[in-house]
């Protein structure tokens, strides 16, 4: 069983900057497959960044060059680094765990319990 605890929500002005975290719990946290969605408003919960083993980092294309995700094993908490802020970037932000195999993510998704970001213009 996984338990993932997020923080880091605000609200913030339009260009500010924020950093989410997600602490999991669990032995095999730090090698699973790790992810931030978001889910606005009225609108369809979407992937925004992905750690997958063996494949590095990846972005939906509206946060490429102004989201960063990492991962600090030795903490078992995976971020989200956000930067450039905009009105559209407002949603709730989640974060999610699988287990991994190779490159490969299997099993029950993990999810947080999720953490607002509202950006003003």
């Known amino acids: 069983q996984v338990q993932l605890v997020e923080s880091g929500g605000a609200s913030v002005a339009a260009g500010g900057s924020l950093r989410l975290s997600c602490a999991g719990s669990g032995s095999y946290y730090a090698t699973g497959c790790m992810a931030w969605f978001r889910q606005a408003p009225g609108k369809k919960r979407e992937g925004v960044a992905f750690?997958?083993?063996?494949?590095?980092?990846r972005y939906t294309d509206s946060v490429k060059g102004r989201f960063t995700m990492s991962k600090d094993n030795t903490k078992n908490t995976h971020y989200l680094q956000m930067n450039g802020l905009k009105p559209e970037d407002t949603a709730m932000y989640y974060c999610?765990?699988?287990?991994?195999?190779?490159?490969?993510?299997?099993?029950?998704?993990?999810w947080g319990q999720g953490t607002q970001v509202t950006v003003s213009s």
């Open positions: 750690i997958t083993p063996g494949e590095g980092t």
């Open positions: 999610w765990w699988r287990h991994a195999s190779g490159s490969n993510c299997y099993g029950e998704p993990y």
